[in-house]
């Protein structure tokens, strides 16, 4: 009987939802760029099982799908890459161990846990290192970063390329934010936020007096439903696409960091492929990089006023507020730049001034 009412008040409850309003779930988005490139010869066949964080709605499922098919079509179905969204195979961390141990080909973390990897990573997490969009891909697409992919070498990860998983915008469920001081509180208690694995992003909120934690991506929703942590920081696909809405009522417009995803293979997997194969796999990577970017951007703002419209207060921060935050976290610069590297540093700057 209990049984009986309980699944009677589930589907009342999906019919309901169903008859509400009905959300879209992805903004007007480009289609792929059409497959173009010669059919390789018979190189052998390999199924590939790929990773993700994110969810079957975000730019990262979505330019993977494009890879996928880039390198179905173009090997005649030899090559088939199976994707596993939602963090269902594991977290960024423990996926890139899969990736070193083999038993998993490929995966797609964002670069902040991967500076155990590779320390260099850690200039993009920097707070306000890089303004906008645009100066964002010219480092991301720069020698600079290119070495940084290549000195996964020995690690037991190839990693192929650089993407967008964005600028990072704060939301919590206790208050609205528009300040240093809201964060920190003053007669309350700092902001409990969830962060990347990485020790950068834990200064960050230290210095602005929050109480941060931090928390495999996976972990996090139910975290945030607990109330185990008041928030956390991400772009708005990502809070849009993961539903972090339904448990966060404030957003902030703090653009704080913009984080690179990086896409990677096993190395094993990699050495296992005939040279033709791994060319093809470069270039579909570098391919479905772009559309990535280009998907991430159509995305940005479309989510922010999707969040609003699905009832979170989104606060808009102008130059000055920004300016704040930017101010506040200048310990993190002090504490940082030398061991990341002044001289790298100032290459990324020289990077960003070249786009301003
Ligand atoms: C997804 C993560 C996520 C990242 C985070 O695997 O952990 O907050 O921003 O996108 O890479």
Known sequence: MTIFWRNTLTLAGAATLSLGIAYAQTPDLSDPPAIEGEVLGDHGSHTLRMGLGLSDTSPQYLSSRYFADILEQRTEGRITVNIFPNSQLGDDVQMMEMLQTGSLDMSYPSSSPATTYVQELAVFDLPFLLPSREAA??????????????????????????????????????????????????????????????????????????NPTPMAFGELFSAM???????????????????????????????????????????????????????????????????????????????????????????????????AFQEAVQPVYDRWAPRIGEDLIAEIQSIVDATQ
Not at 185 to 193: F, P
Not at 241 to 269: A, C
Not at 303 to 318: H, N
């Open 137 to 210: 891909i010219a480092v991301m697409q720069s020698e600079t970063a290119q070495r940084m992919l290549d000195a996964f070498e020995g690690t037991g990860i190839k990693a192929l390329t650089f993407s967008e998983n964005g600028y990072r915008q704060l939301t919590n469920s206790a208050r609205a934010v528009e300040s240093p001081e809201d964060v920190a509180g003053l007669d309350v208690r700092g902001l409990s936020v969830r962060t990347m694995e990485n020790p950068v992003h834990l200064s960050i909120w230290e210095t602005l007096g929050a």
């Open 225 to 323: 439903e607990q109330g185990v942590v008041d928030g956390q920081e991400n772009p708005w696909s990502t809070i849009l696409t993961s539903n972090f809405y339904e448990v966060q009522d404030y957003g902030s417009e703090t653009r704080h960091v913009y984080t690179p995803f990086i896409m990677m293979m096993s190395q094993r997997t990699w050495d296992r492929l005939a040279p033709e194969y791994q060319e093809l796999v470069q270039e579909a990577a570098r391919q479905s990089a772009e559309y990535e970017i280009q998907l991430s951007t159509e995305y940005d703002d479309w989510a922010r006023e999707q969040l609003e419209e699905r009832g979170m207060q989104i606060t808009r921060l102008d130059d000055d507020q920004v300016a």
